[in-house]
């Protein structure tokens, strides 16, 4: 994956976002421990994307699925037909019709009759807003696309979630290479006779309060700065 990456950049300079990179053989995981090797070694830079997604509920879904209750109950029955309470319930499932009849009885979809067991269809054409909004977020998730008061009613209703999902501008890094090149964490004395130090890459340094050199977090036994 480290190699990918590196391959990536050297021919196109940059990666514009890091999902890019996510695929069957590639998890979002594996996609990110790689970036965050690269950049403690500074072979990359990233820069934080970072956009909010809305995820619809098990029960948010299925409305956008199938409609809501009051209108897959609507659905269930045939304009001017008058049809019992009984047989829409077999049809639709006990909680459609418990929740259902009601509101469609406030839409004024359905009317019930005077016996109290039996109801009629009163409207031809069924609009269902909460099946239409819910689908588009399917379609197109970024909450930055939709009007953030009706997905704030939605999310209290509990047909939707709002999430943070991130990910990276990729670029070369200061010590950019076109592979991944491995870096000592030791000075050696062989090192220092053959002046072979010179070649190679090391870790990151950072001077302790002891003034000794450490490379990757290890103590340089052989060497001292002067302060």
Do not use: C
């Not at 209750?69 to 006990?94: I, R």
């Not at 929740?99 to 469609?104: E, I, S, T």
């Not at 909450?143 to 990276?168: F, P, T």
């Amino acid at each position: 994956m480290q190699q990918q990456i590196l391959t990536l950049l050297a021919a196109n300079d940059v990666i514009a976002d890091s999902n890019s990179l996510i695929s069957e053989a590639q998890h979002a995981q594996q996609v990110d421990a790689a970036l965050k090797s690269l950049n403690v070694d500074e072979y990359v830079e990233l820069q934080v994307i970072e956009v909010k997604k809305i995820e619809l509920t098990d029960e948010g879904n299925g409305y956008a699925q199938k409609g809501t209750p009051e209108y897959q109950y609507a659905s269930a029955l045939e304009v001017g037909v008058v049809t019992t309470k009984e047989d829409v319930q077999a049809k639709v499932g006990d909680l459609v019709a418990k929740v259902g009849f009601a509101k469609a009885m406030k839409n004024k979809w359905v009317k019930l009759e005077a016996d109290k067991l039996s109801v009629t269809r009163l409207a031809e054409e069924l609009k269902d807003d909460d099946k239409v909004q819910l689908s588009a977020y399917l379609e197109q998730p970024n909450l930055d696309s939709h009007d953030k008061k009706v997905v704030d009613g939605l999310k209290k209703r509990k047909l939707l979630n709002v999430v943070s999902h991130k990910s990276y501008l990729v670029k070369k890094g200061k010590d950019f290479q076109p592979s991944r090149v491995k870096l000592e964490t030791q000075l050696t004395a062989d090192m220092l006779r053959t002046g072979s130090w010179q070649d190679i890459k090391f870790k990151k340094t950072n001077l302790n309060a002891a003034g000794q050199v450490t490379t990757g977090g290890h103590l340089h036994p052989l060497l001292k700065v002067r302060t």
